[in-house]
């Protein structure tokens, strides 16, 4: 690989709004890919966050004049009308056809309005899709329970009434696959293994990336620590919900004497609804909506551990995080935290109706000689896995260069 030339990059995602971990894990990597490839990055809903690298990286950003929205009310979601107003919303991108003709292949990173930008791509364009998760909404009932696990309308309706939506994502799915230069990676050995049982393809593995400057195991220079209490907590990350498991953490918390930090916010009824639970299971707990990096990191340092009973989570950079600040990390064993905890060595995987398990690990959590061990084979496993954006630019180049 020439320093001189750089070949030509797109890289696309549909939407930036929700700034969860996918989106970060693509900011993160954009400076290290923009020193392998020359990126364009293409997107019909950016982030301040977004604007802002491709800005100070010298990165064309190809977007909308108008932001896409995704419409979320039941009947466009029934009729699938995101399917149809993102792509529209694509090929109203100014130089977006440009840009891919002269671009050797297309990085497209899985989410909403991501897919239906390849009734515009190329026939001849390589592809290698990111496939963070098949659409949870379309294959799983998680996302259509309310916070404490109830159905917010009959299951059996809703999933009949998503099989023109599901029809359409097989259909792109298949529609890429079909093409000569395609290429999918899950986001872990879960999630690939999620694409083959869903769309029956067969997938690799590219691990999200981690920036160990964001979460510095030395704490001298943290800020102070933004929890307003006083006694020992748990943090848990992620918008309130019941995928995230943030219903069960309470409950998994009653009776310890362990407070909850929740850092992701959510919709105002989830909200209500876990204070509510909260109090009712004497559990404090304080609620904060998205927190500076260095803030995260001081309130992860003060805590007792950080904890998460997702359901099925793709991947979850939440435990990496933990590693990376030397907090214990405990976290339920399912999905994608089994690619980077090993049980006992680093952390616990827990099951994740064994409540009992669960407070003997915050019980091992408090041990100074557990954390520092835990610490120590956690950056350990950072290490092994080599999850810096560096590695992860360099793992698409060689994608993208030896198919």
Known sequence: ?????????????????????????????????????????????????????????G???????????????????IL???????????????????AMESSIALHLVSGDGSLPILDHVPKDLMIHLHLLEPHRGLYEDTLHLRLDGSPRRSLVLTRA?????????????????????????????????????????????????????????????????????????????GRASYAKGTWETVSMLSGTGVALAHVGGGVDESIEMLKSHASSSGVEIWVAPRLESSDLVSLMRGARAVVSMAHNESFGLTPIESFAVGT?????????????????????????EDLQSWHVALIEASKEKTRRRWAEAGRQRISELDLSPEAHARRIYELLTSS
């Open 328 to 352: 214990p990390a405990l976290f339920v064993d399912e999905g994608g935290f089994r690619d980077t905890i090993i049980d006992g060595v680093n952390g616990r995987l827990l099951p994740r």
């Open 80 to 98: 699938d009308s995101g399917r149809r107003t993102s792509s529209r919303a694509w090929a109203s991108c100014p130089g977006l056809r440009e």
């Open 161 to 237: 009434a998503l099989s023109r939506a599901r029809k359409r994502d097989q259909s792109l799915i298949l529609d890429l696959m079909s093409r000569g230069k395609s290429l999918v990676s899950g986001n872990s050995s879960f999630s690939a293994q999620r694409a083959n049982d869903v769309y029956g393809i067969e997938a690799g593995v590219l691990w999200p990336c981690v920036d160990t400057k964001e979460f510095p195991s030395d704490p001298s220079s943290d800020p102070d620590n933004p929890y307003p209490g006083e006694g020992e907590y748990a943090v848990s990350i």
């Open 1 to 57: 690989m020439s320093e001189q030339y750089r070949p030509s990059l797109m890289v696309a995602k549909g939407a930036f709004g929700a700034m969860g971990g996918a989106e970060m894990d693509l900011i993160r990597v954009l400076p290290a890919l923009n020193r392998i490839f020359d990126v364009t990055m293409a997107t019909i809903q950016p982030s301040e966050e977004l604007v802002v690298t491709c800005s100070e990286n």
């Open 59 to 77: 990165i064309r950003l190809i977007r909308p004049e108008s932001d896409w929205e995704l419409r979320t009310d039941p009947v466009s979601v």
